[in-house]
Nanobody
Framework: QLQLVESGGGLVQPGGSLRLSCAASGFTFDAYAIAWFRQAPGKEREGVSCISSTGARPDYADSVKGRFTISRDNAKNTVYLQMNSLKPEDTAHYYC???????????????????WGQGTQVTVSS
């Protein structure tokens, strides 16, 4: 059974960094694209970034471009989201999700993903 487990969230001051992890099991990891989404209270879930099964040329939402980096380690069945220069507006619950092969769109759309983790909370506050 496909399972995704996020970790690495927490409370950080503005300007700080966090690295989120998405550990996968129960499927052929290197044949799947993995995306990161986030949802703040009262807002819709938004795509942050996605990395395809090949890991080629991931894209990022404009709000995080230049600050966040997605990567994958197929040997560890894990995708990471390195978040630097964090801002209070980055505060949200962060989710990873999986779909076969491609991200479908450069900036992932929730409706394209069927398999989700439970998420990890990121709070950026002084």
């Amino acid at each position: 059974q496909l399972q995704l487990v996020e970790s690495g969230g927490g409370l950080v001051q503005p300007g700080g960094s966090l690295r989120l992890s998405c550990a996968a099991s129960g499927f052929t990891f290197d044949a799947y694209a993995i995306a990161w989404f986030r949802q703040a209270p009262g807002k819709e879930r938004e795509g942050v970034s996605c990395i395809s099964s090949t890991g080629a040329r991931p894209d990022y939402a404009d709000s995080v471009k230049g600050r966040f980096t997605i990567s994958r380690d197929n040997a560890k069945n894990t995708v990471y989201l390195q978040m630097n220069s964090l801002k209070p507006e980055d505060t949200a619950h962060y989710y990873c999700a999986a779909r076969p092969v491609s991200c479908a769109w450069p900036i992932p759309r929730p409706t394209d993903f069927r398999s989700w983790g439970q998420g990890t909370q990121v709070t950026v506050s002084s």
